[in-house]
């Protein structure tokens, strides 16, 4: 079946412990990409991927790291999780020609960050 | 910068026509695309216009009008299932490769 898949899909954490949130797609997609979503404010972009190796900061990048090592794997990192950073996460992927308008979304990570 | 511009919330009556509004405000502009999202789960693709017209896909449309930069997306013989939230979102010539999201419309469809 043809799928992102995101783990873990519910994790609360305390104020500074450094933590990844991975991502895999068996779509063989060349393009990625992060959001997290907060109430009233839609979906926020926080990271892209073009390709391997290939990563660009989104309209929210500040305080998540990112890494493209395999073209099916674009994990997320946050570093030093702040409160603010409480939010539901979304990784995607697409088809090279129907880079970002047409994305396919896993199904989510919910972070609790205390 | 760039805006987008959709209603909070819509509600109607199952059986029902119901037309979701965006317009958008942008320095440079490729397409707009239309996403479904149920309560909690993943957003799902519906629809892509890059070009001025209108795109039909079963029970729903999608509209689109570069001058007036603005966008619709029609949703036809309502169901109890279209109860969700629907995300307009823009691909810019400027950064042809992210997707920027309104904030979302909740349809509400009632028996």
């Known amino acids: 079946e043809a799928q992102v898949t995101q783990n873990p899909r519910y994790l609360i954490t305390v104020t500074g412990k450094k933590l990844t949130v991975t991502c895999s797609q068996n779509m063989n997609h060349e393009y990625m990409s992060w959001y997290r979503q907060d109430p009233g404010l839609g979906l926020r972009q926080i990271y892209y991927?073009?390709?391997?190796?290939?990563?660009d900061k989104g309209d929210v990048p500040e305080g998540y790291k990112v890494s493209r090592k395999e073209k099916r794997n674009f994990p997320l990192i946050l570093e030093s999780p702040s409160p603010n950073q409480t939010s539901l996460y979304f990784c995607?992927?697409?088809?090279?020609?129907?880079?970002?308008?047409?994305?396919?979304f896993g199904p989510g990570t919910r972070l609790t960050v205390t | 910068g760039q805006s987008l511009e959709q209603p909070s919330e819509v509600t109607a009556v199952e059986g029902a026509i119901v037309q979701i509004n965006c317009t958008y405000q942008t320095s440079g502009f490729y397409g707009l695309s239309w996403y479904q999202q149920h309560d909690g789960g993943a957003p799902t693709f519906l629809s892509y216009?890059?070009?001025?017209g209108l795109e039909e896909t079963g029970r729903f449309s999608s509209f689109l009008s570069r001058s007036d930069s603005y966008g619709y997306l029609l949703l036809q013989e309502l169901q109890m299932k279209d109860s969700a939230s629907y995300f307009c979102a823009v691909r810019l010539s400027g950064s042809a490769r992210q997707l920027t999201f309104g904030s979302g419309t909740q349809l509400t469809v009632l028996p």
């Open positions: 216009n890059a070009l001025d």
């Open positions: 991927s073009m390709n391997v190796e290939v990563t």
């Open positions: 995607a992927s697409s088809p090279g020609d129907r880079a970002s308008y047409e994305q396919y």
